[in-house]
């Protein structure tokens, strides 16, 4: 039986977030969707006209054959109408590795600013009236 989502042959699927009672895993992985959604549904509530029905995702890692390798953490398509952040780049960072829990919550943070910034057109201090990079 195949999962929902998209399927690739060399990682699996990945799902949408937010899915009505989609439970995420306890743990780092957990951790780490937890906290893309809830930046993610912050700024769909900022942005709702322009992301509408957008679809967000984690996939572990970048394809290749689609992928912008200047950019392993995050692909956007305006096209599919999907942001989709890469787990593992993210997670394996230099600057992850090295900071607290608080500097990694900011990090991932970020990386969500920068992939809807790119989805929108727009800057990342452009998104939100409380934050300032």
Request: charged share 25%; no cysteine; hydrophobic share 35%.
């Amino acid at each position: 039986m195949r999962r929902s989502g998209h399927h690739t042959r060399h990682r699996g699927s990945r799902s949408p977030l937010g899915i009505p009672g989609l439970h995420t895993p306890a743990g780092r992985i957990g951790s780490f969707v937890d906290q893309i959604q809830g930046v993610s549904e912050y700024l769909a509530k900022l942005w709702s006209e322009q992301l509408d029905g957008v679809q967000v995702a984690v996939d572990a890692l970048p394809d290749p054959a689609t992928s912008d390798p200047s950019n392993p953490y995050w692909t956007v398509s305006r096209a599919d109408r999907i942001v989709l952040f890469h787990r593992l780049p993210i997670q394996r960072s230099p600057q992850m590795r090295e900071a607290d829990e608080e500097t990694r919550r900011m990090l991932i943070e970020y990386h969500v600013y920068r992939a809807f910034a790119a989805y929108l057109g727009r800057e990342p201090w452009e998104l939100s009236p409380r934050h300032r990079f």
